[in-house]
């Protein structure tokens, strides 16, 4: 390439009017040994954009974080309340009876009281039975020992 | 957009969204934090990135957008970058070693573009895009790009020569 040719493309550079293909000339150029003195700064120059392209990105990609795992927990939690709210929606209703159940828990009581106070005399009884016992005991004991 | 085209197409942009990343944030830290970020967020609109004729495009602007509000956070934050705050392997070990090294003078060079300027030079002097690429990138018109191509490399190459000639560092 000659110089006359080097100059007259540094200049359209410097105005921006090389195309990628007229760069690619200079930086040719320019990464050689042998540069014209008076051109010794686009060397540099050069150089530079040359080792910047080299630069890398060595840090790993994260594509997926812990974030997308949440998607599954809002579900479960939607779940969970419209469960708890058929629950409680299921035992309000079950609680208002109709009059015949009423009537059918009424007679349950006053069976279960019936029996209650069956079971309560016979205790008395029983009590009493004891207590005749515990006194025919009394005077047998006496009679043995003649305490008075 | 599956998982499969996506590791095709966006993907293999990872190194170019974040060279972009690095050139506007400065510190290599803050590039890799930027573009784990925009590759969450493309990944989560994977199925829109269809509708975009060019993803290329499209992820680079979301760059360009993601980066500018990082520096303007930082900036209503009172956080300015200071320049000596960062490392970069190749470059500060090199300037630690040798100042004169013009390579890394070019870099602070650039640093000390305007923005745009700077996002024009990494994406047609680094990355070889077109100029109407560049304009659908920055949403800006070709002849645009022209201008503020022109007026950064002109910037450059001056402070370069005056270096050059009176060997000012």
Same mark, same amino acid.
């Given at each position: 390439?000659?110089?006359?040719?080097?100059?007259?493309? +540094?200049?359209?550079? @410097?105005?921006?009017?090389?195309?990628?293909? @007229?760069?690619?000339?200079?930086?040719? !150029?320019?990464?050689?040994?042998?540069?014209?003195?008076?051109?010794?700064?686009?060397?540099?120059?050069?150089?530079?954009?040359?080792?910047?392209?080299?630069?890398?990105?060595?840090?790993?990609?994260?594509?997926?974080?812990?974030?997308?795992?949440? /998607? /599954?927990?809002?579900?479960?939690?939607?779940?969970?309340?419209?469960?708890?709210?058929?629950?409680?929606?299921?035992?309000?209703?079950?609680?208002?009876?109709?009059?015949?159940?009423?009537?059918?828990?009424?007679?349950?009581?006053? #069976?279960?009281?019936?029996?209650?106070?069956?079971?309560?005399?016979?205790?008395?009884?029983? =009590?009493?039975? &004891?207590?005749?016992?515990?006194?025919?005991?009394?005077?047998?004991?006496?009679? +043995?020992?003649?305490?008075? | 957009?599956? $998982?499969? *085209?996506?590791?095709?197409?966006?993907?293999?942009?990872?190194?170019?969204?974040?060279?972009?990343?690095?050139?506007?944030?400065?510190?290599? #830290?803050?590039? @890799?934090?930027?573009? $784990?970020?925009? !590759?969450?967020?493309? /990944?989560?609109?994977?199925?829109?990135?269809?509708? !975009?004729?060019?993803?290329?495009?499209?992820?680079?602007?979301?760059?360009?957008?993601?980066?500018?509000?990082?520096?303007?956070?930082?900036?209503?934050?009172?956080?300015?970058?200071?320049? %000596?705050?960062?490392?970069?392997?190749?470059?500060?070990?090199?300037?630690?070693?040798?100042?004169?090294? %013009? +390579? %890394?003078?070019?870099? *602070?060079?650039? &640093?000390?573009?305007?923005?745009?300027?700077?996002?024009?030079?990494?994406?047609?002097?680094?990355?070889? !895009?077109?100029? @109407?690429?560049? =304009?659908?990138?920055? #949403?800006?018109?070709?002849?645009?790009?022209? +201008?503020?191509? %022109?007026?950064?490399?002109?910037?450059?190459?001056?402070?370069?020569?005056?270096?050059?000639?009176?060997?000012?560092?």
């Amino acid at each position: 390439m000659e110089l006359s040719n080097i100059e007259n493309l +540094v200049e359209k550079y @410097e105005n921006a009017e090389t195309s990628l293909q @007229e760069e690619a000339v200079l930086k040719n !150029y320019f990464s050689n040994e042998d540069v014209a003195p008076h051109l010794m700064e686009y060397k540099a120059l050069f150089a530079y954009f040359n080792t910047s392209k080299e630069e890398r990105f060595t840090k790993t990609i994260p594509l997926k974080r812990k974030q997308t795992n949440f /998607w /599954w927990l809002s579900i479960a939690a939607s779940v969970a309340i419209m469960v708890s709210v058929y629950v409680v929606n299921d035992t309000s209703t079950s609680s208002s009876i109709t009059p015949q159940e009423l009537a059918e828990a009424e007679q349950a009581l006053k #069976d279960t009281q019936k029996a209650f106070q069956l079971i309560s005399q016979n205790l008395n009884k029983g =009590g009493n039975v &004891a207590m005749a016992s515990l006194g025919e005991f009394e005077k047998a004991q006496n009679k +043995v020992f003649k305490i008075e | 957009m599956n $998982q499969t *085209e996506f590791l095709n197409t966006v993907l293999p942009l990872k190194d170019k969204v974040f060279r972009l990343a690095k050139r506007l944030l400065v510190s290599r #830290d803050e590039a @890799e934090d930027a573009t $784990q970020e925009l !590759y969450f967020k493309l /990944w989560k609109n994977k199925e829109k990135l269809q509708e !975009y004729k060019n993803v290329e495009a499209f992820a680079m602007t979301m760059t360009k957008n993601y980066c500018l509000d990082q520096l303007k956070a930082k900036r209503s934050n009172n956080l300015t970058l200071v320049h %000596s705050n960062y490392t970069d392997d190749n470059i500060s070990l090199q300037k630690d070693i040798e100042l004169k090294d %013009s +390579v %890394s003078r070019v870099h *602070e060079l650039i &640093a000390a573009l305007p923005e745009k300027q700077k996002m024009i030079i990494q994406l047609r002097d680094v990355e070889n !895009y077109e100029f @109407e690429e560049i =304009g659908k990138i920055l #949403d800006l018109q070709p002849t645009a790009v022209r +201008v503020a191509l %022109s007026r950064a490399r002109k910037t450059i190459r001056k402070q370069l020569t005056k270096q050059h000639n009176y060997g000012i560092i």
